[in-house]
């Protein structure tokens, strides 16, 4: 499809930044920038670093494609703090298991998790924390984190982030504990539209009946679990071809 423009306001970047309750953002992280300036995660990554007094590390599209290059980078500069997507994550890891030893937490998402290679990953016992981060662009990098633990049958997208609220949906009907629905979200964290695209935009953020301010429908096909923490099903519109 064409691409989106989302416009993302300064409260947003302050509700994923500072006090987001995920990650300890402070002024001893040092972040190694690994995405372009037009990918929301570069938005935790500068902000989360900067506004905290911490350190921003930025190095060039051949040093993150290169394991080696990559491993010495983290090392050199201190690194203790990166957000990968899934597919970089698993190719960087498959090169080289110890990679990543050094960091004291590492985000990765963007799509669906590869449980098999977080599981090889939990099993070197390195300490690094590892954090599934879920979130469309249009409320913010993250919606909500779930921090993986070494033993795990799955792994949810987990719970909202500070200063957001998560609805469950059955087109305007809460779902309940394991019933599938669409996720909806509210909150700081809401841009305020498409640009340019008025209709998108009323079709996406709409008015939000459990609270103010407007709510965003996702698209994603989710479900509580008994815990708490939420799962992530896929897409909605993949789940109706499917059936179709």
């Not at 033993?151 to 609805?167: A, H, L, M, Q, Y």
Request: hydrophobic share 35%.
């Amino acid at each position: 499809g064409n691409p989106k423009g989302t416009m993302i306001e300064q409260k947003s970047v302050i509700r994923l930044v500072k006090n987001g309750g995920f990650v300890t953002l402070d002024d001893e992280l040092v972040i190694l920038e690994t995405g372009q300036l037009s990918f929301d995660a570069s938005t935790l990554e500068i902000w989360g670093s900067l506004l905290n007094g911490g350190q921003l590390v930025i190095t060039d599209n051949d040093t993150l494609l290169d394991s080696k290059r990559l491993k010495d980078e983290i090392k050199n500069k201190n690194v203790n703090f990166m957000w990968l997507t899934s597919t970089l994550f698993n190719q960087m890891f498959m090169a080289d298991e110890h990679i990543f030893d050094s960091l004291q937490c590492l985000m990765i998402g963007g799509e669906q998790l590869s449980e098999k290679h977080v599981r090889m990953f939990k099993g070197i016992k390195n300490n690094v924390r590892l954090v599934n981060g879920y979130g469309p662009t249009e409320n913010t990098t993250f919606t909500t984190t779930y921090e993986i633990p070494d033993r795990f049958d799955i792994i949810p997208i987990g719970k909202p982030i500070s200063n957001t609220k998560v609805f469950v949906l059955n087109g305007d009907k809460l779902c309940g504990i394991g019933i599938p629905g669409e996720l909806c979200t509210s909150g700081d964290g809401v841009s305020r539209g498409y640009l340019n695209n008025k209709k998108l935009t009323k079709e996406k953020f709409v008015k939000n009946p459990y609270g103010s301010g407007k709510m965003y429908r996702t698209g994603d096909l989710v479900r509580w679990m008994p815990d708490g923490n939420i799962e992530f099903m896929g897409r909605i519109d993949e789940q109706v071809k499917i059936r179709g």
